[in-house]
Nanobody, 118 residues
Framework: QVHLVESGGGLVQAGGSLRLSCAASARAFSNYAMGWFRQAPGKEREFVAVISPSGGVYSPDSRFTVSRDNAKHTVDLQMNNLKPEDTAIYYC???????????????WGQGTQVTVSS
């Protein structure tokens, strides 16, 4: 029901920053929690951060934070002090509830590659 498109990935040196963006198609975007996940080579997809419909953020890693603009139907992931181990495909996803489990998310973007060089 929600079409999501990520952008902003690329190649960055360790210690650098990137800002990923996710554009959503649904007018009801403001009702959804928006999560970010990532999948590194040879590893399972893992939770990165989530933002509630009202803008509350949960991010286990302080280098990462999420923001949203409900009027523009966008959500961003700001990544600072990147490390080589952050290299992964990053996905934006929508959920009716705030949760760190991917099973709660009903719509996913195509992913954007982030590569961090040492």
């Amino acid at each position: 029901q929600v079409h999501l498109v990520e952008s902003g990935g690329g190649l960055v040196q360790a210690g650098g920053s990137l800002r990923l963006s996710c554009a959503a198609s649904a007018r009801a975007f403001s009702n959804y929690a928006m999560g970010w996940f990532r999948q590194a080579p040879g590893k399972e997809r893992e939770f990165v951060a989530v933002i509630s419909p009202s803008g509350g953020v949960y991010s286990p890693d302080s280098r990462f934070t999420v923001s949203r603009d409900n009027a523009k139907h966008t959500v961003d992931l700001q990544m600072n002090n990147l490390k080589p181990e952050d290299t992964a495909i990053y996905y934006c996803a929508a959920s009716p509830v705030v949760a760190p489990s991917e099973s709660q998310y009903f719509s996913w973007g195509q992913g954007t590659q982030v590569t961090v060089s040492s």
